[in-house]
C-alpha cells in the first residue's frame, strides 16, 4: 500500500512538472551540451509566472534558482523566469520577464527561434 501511494505521488508530480526535468550545478553542463537545449531559470514563489513550455525538437530543462544561486549568478539571471536556448552548450538565445516577472516570449515565439536554429544545421 504504501508503494502505490509513493507511485501515485510520483505521478501527480510528474504531471505537474509538464514532463519537464530538474537540473542542477552538478549536471548542468552536461545537460546543455547536447544539440539544442531550452533552460527555463525560475523560482518556486514565481510558479504561477513559469513558463514550464512543451517544445519540439530540443531538450527543456528547469533550474530553480532559490536552490541554485551558482547558477543564477554564472548565467547572470536577474528576473525571472528567464528562458536561455542553448546550442552545443553555447547560449544562443535569452527570452527576458516584464516587470510582472512574466515571461513576454509566449510558447510560438520560443518555438519559431528553435525552429530557425534547426534549419540553420542544414544550411
Known sequence: MKNLIIIISLL????FCFGQEFINP???KG?????IVVVEFYAGWNDANAAKYELTDC????????QYMDLQMKYDITAIPTVIVFESGE????????????????KKTVQKDIDELMLAKFN
Do not use: T
Request: hydrophobic share 40%.
Open 12 to 15: 501527480i508530480c510528474s504531471g
Open 26 to 28: 552538478d549536471n548542468f
Open 31 to 35: 545537460k546543455v551540451a547536447k544539440d
Open 59 to 66: 531538450s527543456y530543462y528547469l533550474v530553480d534558482i532559490s
Open 91 to 106: 547560449e544562443k538565445i535569452r527570452f527576458l520577464p516584464n516587470v510582472m516577472f512574466k515571461l513576454d516570449a509566449d
